[in-house]
């Protein structure tokens, strides 16, 4: 019976699941404490009509962003451009409604903050910093200015030799052949 060390990629995916593991036990928890409070300042029925009230809110606003949303991206691929900004405010938005589905002030918090249009930027910026970093992360490295790892001189990769066998032009860029079809 061998035991074998853990994959660096696995290793590296542990911290992530055990903080959302983390988050996932302690939510519930202190969603219970911040309802309990309010409840105490406001009342039942106010908390219960405030916690309805924000979900209600918070799911039309999100249907109306995710609308604009896919609006924005439809163009940005019909143009031609990348449509980084679009698919990550599309992912915002989706995280932010299950956020709104959960009952409590503190997840209804965190999804406004995912999607309202003018606290979302910062929430883009930050995602799609996350994101970066851990694809450089596992790429290997930060890329330096010019495309190349520091500390990497150029031309530094592998070389490989070889020679030409068929110094022929290919078919477009040969003016002596006749045009097909005759």
Do not use: C, K, N
């Amino acid at each position: 019976m061998s035991t074998t060390a853990p994959s660096g990629s696995s290793a590296r995916r542990r911290p992530v699941l055990r903080w959302v593991l983390l988050a996932l036990v302690l939510l519930p928890l202190v969603e219970i404490a911040v309802l309990v409070a309010v409840g105490r300042s406001i009342g039942l029925w106010w908390t219960l009509f405030l916690v309805v009230a924000v979900a209600v809110l918070g799911t039309w606003l999100a249907r109306r962003e995710s609308s604009r949303t896919y609006r924005a991206l439809q163009q940005a691929l019909s143009s031609g451009r990348m449509p980084a900004d679009e698919v990550t405010d599309a992912i915002l938005l989706t995280v932010g409604g299950l956020l709104l589905l959960l009952p409590g002030f503190v997840s209804d918090v965190l999804a406004l903050i995912l999607v309202l249009p003018f606290t979302r930027p910062a929430a883009r910026r930050l995602l799609q910093a996350l994101v970066a970093s851990r694809a450089l992360t596992v790429v290997g490295g930060p890329v330096g200015p010019g495309g190349r790892r520091p500390g990497r001189p150029p031309g530094a990769g592998t070389v490989i030799d070889g020679e030409i066998v068929d110094e022929h032009p290919p078919p477009w860029e040969d003016d002596t052949r006749p045009p097909l079809g005759r």
